[in-house]
């Protein structure tokens, strides 16, 4: 995978624009945080389009975040392990998916996750509201290794780094400029902000990420941000890439609580 990656990152500022491999389509989706109503409409508008689409060797990248903040990080992992059983579906790990991980053995980590959204993924397992309340800190993570199956963990442990097709690299949050693609800590990977996001030059692949907010899809020509912020906007954003194409689909919290989806002109 690395000698792939050099390859990428050798190509100068004027090498062709970033493809896809022929025959390929990929949907990378942003970051959910336990928005399990957003995630639902997604899927079924991604598994619609790429049915009425050519037939395509079609990857989904998740990247990272889906726990915290929503009310049902529980059930968005349920639902993307589903759907990796049912299609080519590659996720990543993000910040978030550190804490959790974390937290289930440290203490003060527990601390930190649950100033971070961490509350409501425990709760999403069922655990009793009022008693978490009430319990101390140890007790309350006694009650969430209690409640969080073995096999949730598992498949939480499983989740990549970093993932490249063709011309992209996905990761969770960005990657250090200043740092070769081989070297890259897993820390910058998942936590990156700065100086990534304000890096003009070209990464020599085009770097898809979430971890950092933005109104709308960020395409800066060498990196493409979509975490548009789903668990506080009710907007949850894909972005899908075929041959040179790159195009969105946005699953979008109504006013009347209800959820639709529509593309996004680029």
């Known amino acids: 995978m690395f000698q792939a990656l050099r390859q990428i990152f050798a190509r100068g500022d004027d090498a062709p624009a970033a493809a896809i491999p022929p025959g390929e389509r990929v949907y990378a989706v942003g970051d959910i945080h336990g928005r ?134 996905f990761v969770h949050a960005g990657i250090d400029p200043r740092v070769p693609i081989a070297e890259q800590k897993v820390q910058d990977l998942r936590w990156i902000r700065e100086p990534f996001l304000s890096h003009g030059e070209t990464h020599g692949a085009v770097v898809v990420h979430g971890h950092t907010i933005s109104d709308a899809p960020e395409d800066c020509g060498n990196r493409i941000g979509i975490d548009t912020g789903a668990f506080m906007t009710g907007r949850l954003t894909a972005l899908v890439l075929e041959g040179t194409r790159r195009r969105y689909i946005e699953a979008v919290e109504s006013g009347d609580g209800g959820i639709a989806v529509t593309p996004l002109a680029v």
């Open 36 to 169: 399990l109503d957003l995630f639902e409409s997604l899927v079924a508008a991604i598994e619609a389009d790429d049915a009425a689409a050519p037939p395509a060797a079609t990857t989904v990248v998740l990247l990272g975040d889906l726990v915290d903040r929503g009310s049902d990080s529980a059930g968005v992992i349920g639902l993307a392990r589903d759907w990796q059983q049912r299609r080519r579906v590659r996720i990543l790990a993000g910040n978030h998916e550190e804490m959790f991980l974390r937290s289930l053995s440290s203490l003060e980590m527990f601390r930190h996750f649950l100033r971070h959204g961490g509350r409501e993924t425990v709760l999403s397992y069922g655990v009793d509201r009022a008693a978490f309340a009430r319990a101390d800190l140890d007790e309350a993570q006694a009650m969430m290794c209690a409640a969080v199956p073995a096999h949730d963990v598992e498949f939480l442990k499983g989740f990549e780094d970093m993932i490249a097709v063709g011309d992209y690299l």
